[in-house]
């Protein structure tokens, strides 16, 4: 599929602010004062940016209101009020430590089960497609989860925790890929099944569908090179996960350390991310002749 920008900002930025809540309203960092003023800013600028990154991906962004509407079939209109909720709950926890110096730890926690369930409706907008079959797999919200986590540990300078999340990033993202190259031949998807004319034989191409490009050549009929795409993963891989760690094992309590590392993290993100959707194949292909 075509890696859009808005939905790479969308998923990485955001799933890092969500993460970071889910620290905070849990306590394992109890900022005060001014202090808890720049810690819940930065997870609530982080969480608002990418939620209005992903508007740039609507034909029409001024009918984004309507997403909240669907919740009952509609993973990303859960996204939509999960999201709202848990800023919404995890402010009075965020209000308490800033003025008063004094958690609302049941706001905070509820806050932070929402903000998990968040990332995890999130990562189900995707896992929901059958249509891309390397989405559709467990991986999928184990990637979203790790990488929110992963984020939030680093962010808050917790690096016994950020040491063990990275390896177990690391470990969903490398499942993920793997198994994702299986999952469109496992699906059993092909121009045969895709026309419902497999039961006259081999189905060929004779023509393409239309003579221009459209709207699902453009979103959905994405190809990246394999060699293309082994590099990046190296790339992803090491800045997401591999680097970061070598850093905070290496230097654990250098604050320049943890600083490159948070910054390499997000850029291996980035590249996870841009693969994440360069690499879905879609069943739609199928008709353009990708076997």
Known sequence: MH???????????SGLGFGLLVFLGLGLIQPVGWSAFFWFGLGYGLAVAGLAASSLHLGHPERALKAFSQWRTSWLSREAVLAVAALVFMA?????LTFLGQPAQG???????????????????YAQLRTVPRWHHWTTPAVFLMAALTGAALLTGIVP?????????????VAHWMLGDLRFHAAGSTSETATGLGDRGRVRLLEPPHS??????????????????????????????????????LWPAAIPAVLAAIMLHVAGMLAA????????EHVVSLYYGRD
């Open 161 to 173: 925790l950020a040491q063990l999340l990275l390896a177990w990033l690391a470990l969903a993202l």
């Open 3 to 13: 890696p859009a920008p808005s939905l790479i900002a969308f998923t990485v930025f």
């Open 273 to 280: 991310r841009w693969l994440f959707f360069a690499e879905a």
């Open 92 to 96: 009075p926890h965020a209000a308490a």
């Open 212 to 249: 221009g490009r459209n709207y699902l050549m453009r979103e959905m009929v994405h190809v990246v090179g394999r060699r293309h795409a082994l590099k990046l993963r190296v790339l992803a891989l090491a800045g997401a996960a591999l680097l970061p760690a070598l850093l905070l094992w």
């Open 107 to 125: 706001f905070g926690m509820l806050g932070a089960f929402l903000c998990l369930l968040t990332v995890l409706a999130t990562s189900m907008i």
